[in-house]
């Protein structure tokens, strides 16, 4: 294994872990006190700001790290034929998930403050929730792989 493939497997794995943990720590924990009128806005507002850069960020960053795994490591026959091809391919679909709930998520989240943290976190709990559970699936296919 050579030391572009070492980086690129710790780069995906970090990106990887703090975007699954950070999804999960917004469903679990910052949109209930929000909706629990716990946080204000401001507070959601920069958190959710952060949320959404990272998001963007490990999306297109776990785009690249795993299409360079896959790339070296797969051909089209093993990724259809073959049981990590498939949990490869899965976590290619869970992927484009988490990213599109993560961003929608978020922009329900900042788009709904004005007319209050509370009704905003409301909004948003069902994207977040299912956003987590997303991210902890995605963890649990790398798991597997």
Do not use: C
């Not at 493939?5 to 794995?13: E, G, L």
């Not at 009128?37 to 959404?52: E, H, P, V």
């Amino acid at each position: 294994m050579t030391l572009i493939d070492v980086t690129m497997r710790i780069v995906h794995t970090l990106f990887a872990g703090v975007w699954a943990g950070w999804t999960v720590f917004m469903a679990a924990l910052v949109v209930p006190a929000a909706r629990d009128g716990k946080l204000g806005a401001d507070g959601i507002r920069w958190m959710t700001q952060q949320f959404t850069r990272f998001s963007s960020l490990s999306s297109v960053v776990l785009l690249l790290t795993g299409g360079f795994m896959a790339g070296n490591l797969y051909s089209t026959e093993t990724l259809t034929g073959s049981s990590s091809g498939h949990l490869v391919l899965t976590m290619v679909v869970l992927w484009l998930a988490l990213s599109g709930l993560s961003h929608m998520a978020g922009s329900r989240l900042k788009k709904n403050l004005d007319a209050g943290a509370k009704q905003a976190a409301a909004g948003a709990t069902t994207l977040f929730y299912v956003a987590g559970v997303v991210a902890l699936g995605l963890l649990v296919v790398a798991g597997w792989l």
